[in-house]
């Protein structure tokens, strides 16, 4: 009860009950059946769709309106191109999750392997994750890579005009 009344809850903030259900298994449970998934989705899309319909019956709006609004238009969304790069996009961010699965993989394999460093490793739990972010820090610092995170690059470009 506790795993739908979170997917319920976020699918009435959010109007997403894929969202809400996927989220409360995650996180509310150690242990999740998958028989139990469809009635948690159930409850959350009754209650997305009951959140979307109460101002209707209370006469706030006339009709049921989107959860956030866009001004797109509507005679060709997308242009050719953009649908390419959002392909292209697609298929290149699917290609470094499998290789960020099979690294995983790998370092899964190595940690278990009877070797000398892995044993260290074992041993000594917070040097392994304390080198994964000293190289994570390393790489994304401003002189390295770092320079081109959204966060830096961002501001430039919507500031780029004049500035009074």
């Known amino acids: 009860m506790v795993i739908c009344g979170s997917a319920v809850g976020l699918a009435c903030c959010f109007g997403s009950p894929a969202g809400g ?3 409360s298994v995650e996180v509310a449970s150690s242990f999740f059946m998958v028989r139990n998934y469809w009635k948690g989705f159930f409850a959350a899309s009754i209650s997305a769709f009951m959140f979307r319909l109460l101002p209707v019956c209370s006469g706030s709006f006339e009709t049921i309106t989107p959860l956030f609004k866009t001004w797109f238009r509507q005679d060709h969304p997308y242009e050719l191109l953009e649908l390419l790069s959002f ?10 999750g499998a290789f960020f699965v099979f690294v995983n ?23 392994y994750p304390a080198l994964v972010t000293l190289v994570i820090a390393t790489l994304t610092f401003p002189p390295g890579f770092g320079q081109f995170m959204a966060g830096e690059v961002l501001p430039q470009f919507i500031w780029s005009g004049s500035r009074n």
């Open 105 to 127: 993989g790998l370092m899964v394999r190595f940690m278990r392997s009877p070797r000398r460093i892995t044993k260290f490793l074992v041993k000594t739990r917070v040097l």
């Open 87 to 96: 392909s292209i996009l697609g298929i290149l961010s699917g290609l470094a």
């Open 21 to 23: 259900v996927l989220y």
